[in-house]
C-alpha cells in the first residue's frame, strides 16, 4: 500500500511531498526542502549526501529528482535539515 506523505513548515521553509510504500520513503522530484542543515544529526550521512549532491538539490533547496530513504526519519532529516523522528515530523 502507498501512503502519500506531506511535510509543510509554517514559515515557508520546506514543502515536500513524499511516497511511503515497502517500508522505504520517496521524497518526490519538485520538493522544498530547508537550506539549513545541522551536520550533528546522527545517523544523517544520507541525507547530507543527497543534499550536497548538485544533481539532487539545487542551490533554492529544490529537489532535482525522487530520493529513495530506508527509513522515514532519515526522509524528515533530509527535508528539514534537523534531527527528527520521521514518524511524528
Known sequence: MKVSIFLTARNG???ASALYEDGK???LK??????SF???????????KYRDDPSVVDDNGI?????VFSSPSTAAQF?????TNGWHS
Open 13 to 15: 521553509d520546506y514543502s
Open 79 to 83: 527535508v528539514m535539515g534537523s534531527s
Open 25 to 27: 520513503v520517496t521524497v
Open 38 to 48: 545541522a551536520d550533528h544529526i546522527r545517523g544523517g550521512r544520507t541525507a547530507k
Open 63 to 67: 529537489v532535482k529528482k525522487d530520493c
Open 30 to 35: 519538485g520538493s522544498l526542502i530547508r537550506m
